[in-house]
């Protein structure tokens, strides 16, 4: 049974950093290109991050460039988002995506709420 569950959420001030976790299982990791996509109420998903299935190649919304780091554990199956400098417009529910290389076939987490507020 494929699997994606996120973790790491949770409520922060403005200027500090939370960590996000998405723990794969149910299918060959490495096969497989991870994203992070968010969405905000009232507010269409967005591309956050991306890692390529090796982790050689990474790619970011400009929204957070600088601030956001993906990277992920093959043996662990794991990708993860360290989230730096959080603002109040990055708060949203974090999804984890797996897209298998060279194919449409994609799978979803249920998300994790990030709040970003004083």
């Known amino acids: 049974q494929v699997q994606l569950v996120e973790s790491g959420g949770g409520l922060v001030q403005p200027g500090g950093s939370l960590r996000l976790s998405c723990a794969a299982s149910?299918?060959?990791?490495?096969?497989?290109?991870m994203r992070w996509y968010r969405q905000a109420p009232g507010k269409e998903r967005e591309l956050v991050a991306g890692i390529t299935s090796t982790g050689g190649g990474t790619t970011y919304a400009d929204s957070v460039k600088g601030r956001f780091t993906i990277s992920r554990d093959n043996a662990k199956n794991m990708v993860t988002l360290q989230m730096n400098s959080l603002k109040p417009e990055d708060t949203a529910v974090y999804y984890c995506n797996a897209v298998r290389v060279n194919s449409a076939m994609a799978y979803w987490g249920k998300g994790t709420l990030v709040t970003v507020s004083s």
């Open positions: 149910g299918f060959t990791f490495n096969n497989y290109v």
